[in-house]
């Protein structure tokens, strides 16, 4: 499913106190733009411990309201693509990991590439936004080139062992 913010989320994004959400309910708030499926919401925001119950609250709130003419199918759809995407990247696909493995993965891998970004200071800013936007697993695979660039081969290792596996 596919959601985007409503008039009252829009206005609650504006107005921080508007609406009494939590910060990970914002956040997940935040992702939602019509073109990320409710899944990749979820796979991004898994280290904030945001649930299909928060966006359900969300909904319920009035904050996100459905993409006209988006439906289930979508979603479903999007998501082997981007892991086939990553995975043409990374290993053969019957080494791909499952997606529990890959959302383990992202939970400990985007800690590590948030650090990799802050320690760059000021000039890793842009960098450091792109690490919190990722959609999830692949999303972070997708930035480690521009990781690697800003910190160096040796630096981003232990983040390329956690996504890739050693």
């Not at 997940?28 to 966006?55: H, K, M, P």
């Not at 003419?69 to 082997?80: Q, S």
């Not at 936004?129 to 697993?137: I, K, N, P, S």
């Amino acid at each position: 499913m596919m959601y985007t913010k409503s008039d009252l989320g829009l206005q609650a994004m504006k107005d921080r106190h508007a609406v009494d959400i939590t910060r990970a309910q914002r956040s997940a708030l935040i992702l939602f733009d019509g073109q990320r499926s409710v899944r990749a919401v979820l796979e991004a925001t898994a280290a904030l411990g945001v649930t299909a119950a928060d966006i359900d609250q969300l909904v319920a709130l009035g904050l996100l309201q459905p993409l006209a003419g988006a439906g289930a199918a979508p979603a479903p759809a999007a998501a082997p693509a981007a892991a086939a995407v990553a995975g043409a990247r990374t290993a053969p696909a019957a080494d791909q990991p499952s997606a529990q493995e890959r959302a383990q993965r992202y939970r400990v891998a985007y800690p590590l590439a948030t650090e990799l970004t802050a320690q760059l200071g000021l000039r890793g800013f842009a960098l450091n936004l792109a690490v919190e936007a990722a959609q999830g697993f692949e999303g972070l695979v997708e930035l480690l080139p521009r990781l690697r660039a800003a910190v160096g081969d040796a630096r981003i290792q232990p983040l390329e062992d956690v996504l890739l596996g050693p």
